[in-house]
């Protein structure tokens, strides 16, 4: 088995901020791995938050030489995994001639609604985005700071019939979030995503949660699942957080039989990274797979958007 790594550069439509910084770019990984004259391909996004660089998980590809049943025991949950887990998924159906969800013994896919990310911003800015938006039927707003309620009023102005869900990034305290909840049911946000910092959460346990909590940075893989009970109501899956296609579709499976509500989300990453995404998103309670509608140039095949959401890959780009 050959495999080659890849990095590449998607320059985004517009400026995203989150608390923790803003980007111009999405740096990718791209993986192909080929044997027997077939090839297949994967992509990742190395996250500096948990330690990653372009650098660091390239030579975590370059250094793996097993097969693709030695992924889990040689490489850490992570971006790497990711990147060669969905390669060798790629390549595997193509070898077969079956698509990845046949293989899976799952249904076709269908097109699932997926939300739409409006980056932090001042409250008049995050209004105009907001307005541009608003014929889109689910929002999810970056937040993350001391003075989000004048931001939150201003998206609400902006789009007052899109559903939102609110992403705080890690960005708030405890008393923040306390003071904010109320405002966030009036306002109709209905789900807010990791409130405060992994690994100073445990406060959630503590506080009323009027509205679903969901963990983002607090859930990486089946691991994680101990650690969340009695602090958050929903888990947000992604694919550079688990290692791949397969241990989510595992930690999807095991965190609905314990009561969580499911989330797939994704980096900012290009069409490559949401399609293997599209099959873990069927069904859940929210779907966020909008990076290729943030960026201002996609791979060459890209994922199909409409108003009935991200479709599945087409066999030319994945899967």
Same mark, same amino acid.
């Given at each position: 088995m050959q495999i080659d790594v890849n990095a590449d550069v998607f320059r985004l439509a517009q400026v995203f901020t989150i608390s923790r910084g803003s980007r111009t770019q999405a740096e990718v990984l791209t993986v192909r791995v080929q044997d027997g004259g077939v090839q297949g391909w994967g992509e990742c996004v190395p996250y500096a938050r948990y330690a990653e660089t372009l650098a660091s998980v390239t030579a975590q590809i370059a250094g793996f030489t097993g097969d693709w049943v030695d992924l889990p025991d040689a490489l850490p949950a992570g971006a790497a995994r990711n990147a060669l887990d969905c390669a060798f998924w790629d390549h595997a159906a193509k070898r077969s001639g079956k698509?990845?969800?046949?293989?899976?013994?799952?249904?076709?896919?269908?097109?699932?609604?997926?939300?739409?990310?409006?980056?932090?911003?001042?409250?008049?800015?995050?209004?105009?985005?907001a307005a541009k938006n608003a014929h889109r039927p689910l929002l999810k707003i970056k937040l993350? @700071?001391?003075? $989000?309620?004048?931001? /939150?009023? *201003?998206?609400? !102005?902006?789009? +007052?019939?899109?559903?939102?869900?609110?992403?705080?990034?890690?960005?708030?305290?405890?008393?923040?979030?306390?003071?904010?909840?109320?405002?966030?049911?009036?306002?109709?946000?209905?789900?807010?995503?990791?409130?405060?910092?992994?690994?100073?959460?445990?406060?959630?346990?503590?506080?009323?949660?009027?509205?679903?909590?969901?963990a983002d940075e607090s859930c990486h893989d089946r691991a994680s699942l101990p650690s969340l009970k009695g602090k958050y109501d929903m888990v947000n899956i992604k694919l550079d957080k688990t290692g791949g296609l397969t241990e989510a579709l595992a930690l999807k499976?095991?965190?609905?039989?314990?009561?969580?509500?499911?989330?797939?989300?994704?980096?900012?990453?290009?069409?490559?990274?949401?399609?293997?995404?599209?099959?873990?998103?069927?069904?859940?309670?929210? @779907?966020?797979? $909008?990076?290729?509608? /943030?960026? *201002?140039?996609? !791979?060459?095949? +890209?994922?199909?958007?409409?108003?009935?959401?991200?479709?599945?890959?087409?066999?030319?780009?994945?899967?």
């Open positions: 698509r990845v969800w046949e293989l899976l013994d799952l249904p076709t896919p269908k097109p699932e609604i997926t939300a739409f990310t409006l980056s932090l911003d001042t409250p008049e800015s995050m209004q105009v985005q993350g @700071t001391p003075d $989000d309620m004048a931001r /939150l009023e *201003a998206v609400r !102005r902006g789009a +007052p019939d899109a559903r939102i869900i609110v992403d705080a990034n890690e960005g708030w305290t405890a008393d923040v979030y306390a003071e904010l909840a109320p405002h966030l049911i009036r306002l109709g946000v209905q789900m807010v995503e990791q409130p405060l910092p992994a690994g100073a959460d445990d406060m959630l346990a503590e506080i009323a949660r009027p509205l679903p909590v969901c499976q095991q965190a609905i039989a314990e009561g969580y509500g499911v989330m797939v989300g994704c980096m900012v990453g290009s069409s490559l990274a949401m399609a293997p995404a599209t099959i873990l998103a069927q069904g859940v309670a929210f @779907t966020d797979l $909008d990076g290729p509608l /943030l960026l *201002a140039e996609d !791979r060459a095949q +890209p994922l199909q958007f409409d108003d009935k959401g991200v479709h599945a890959p087409a066999a030319t780009l994945w899967g």
